[in-house]
């Protein structure tokens, strides 16, 4: 499915001679947005094959894949149980909300049991649980999630030098790297604080997909504001001029932090001018009615 590309005019691009697009993924779906539409793209296609009639996954309790699968599970006839990490809080925050109502069933265990969420006693046990339902990991990275991610740059009819996206579990970026397959350059914004552990595990899963590796990119980990979920006064700042100026909504978590890091590394003169720069807006917008619930800041 094709996604626009929209051309920001902004002074500072101009100044540094810089043709900046930014390809809206949050426009694939009201529902199942950016790059979870994506990532559960062929993974529903699997579990219909193998007559899952269950899909089981993890998260957060402001998990932007929480809530893509409780949607594509209502529209693709699929029953949905969310593994949610921490502890019930009511009532519901507008995450939870918007998938209960979609009918998935939630159910919270504690941090310590969530970090057995790739350990196989843990997951067989699940399956016993839930009669066999197909297992989605969090964030719903896994090699057909990067197949899914891989057509991200197959609708960009324009040239261009370098791609630039966010990144949580390094599903989207694999996607990318492994559909350029060397071509152009990919630059990676992590979310989460300490994001160097994404440079094996992108590898690792762009190899698992293609059983190549590619040079062609580079993580950026200057631009986490703290760490996951976290954010500070600039971002925020930042964000809203950004949507005041461009008419395009941000999020704080992924696309927010990444165009942050791009505007600012354009104004270092990081590029060489008459550089043209496709940034992909991941999506995730249903978390700012969570994050402005949760922390009282308009985004």
Request: charged share 20%.
């Amino acid at each position: 499915m094709e996604t626009p590309l929209q051309a920001l005019q902004d002074p500072l691009l101009q100044e540094q001679e810089i043709a900046l697009y930014i390809k809206r993924e949050d426009l694939l779906h009201p529902e199942i947005s950016g790059n979870k539409w994506r990532k559960l793209k062929y993974n529903l296609q699997e579990a219909k094959r193998l007559r899952h009639h269950t899909l089981l996954t993890f998260g957060g309790a402001y998990s932007n894949h929480i809530a893509a699968t409780a949607a594509a599970g209502k529209a693709h006839g699929f029953t949905t149980i969310g593994i949610i990490r921490g502890e019930e809080h009511l009532p519901l925050n507008p995450t939870l909300r918007f998938s209960t109502a979609s009918g998935m069933q939630l159910q919270y265990i504690s941090r310590e049991q969530y970090r057995l969420k790739e350990d196989p006693f843990f997951l067989q046990e699940l399956s016993e649980r839930y009669a066999q339902p197909y297992i989605l990991p969090e964030g719903g990275t896994n090699s057909l999630a990067v197949k899914g991610c891989t057509e991200i740059v197959e609708d960009i009819a324009i040239g261009y030098d370098y791609i630039c996206c966010a990144s949580g579990t390094g599903g989207t970026a694999a996607g990318i790297i492994a559909g350029l397959a060397g071509e152009r350059q990919v630059l990676v914004f992590p979310a989460l604080k300490g994001g160097d552990f994404l440079q094996e595990e992108i590898k690792q899963l762009v190899y698992e997909y293609s059983g190549r590796e590619f040079s062609n990119w580079r993580l950026l980990t200057g631009y986490h504001f703290g760490g996951y979920a976290k954010v500070k006064p600039e971002l925020l700042a930042f964000m809203q001029a950004f949507q005041k100026q461009h008419h395009i909504p941000l999020e704080p978590i992924y696309t927010g932090k990444m165009l942050y890091g791009l505007f600012d590394l354009i104004r270092q003169g990081y590029f060489p001018k008459g550089s043209r720069i496709v940034a992909v807006h991941t999506g995730g917008l249903q978390g700012n009615a969570g994050f402005r619930e949760r922390l009282g800041v308009e985004v």
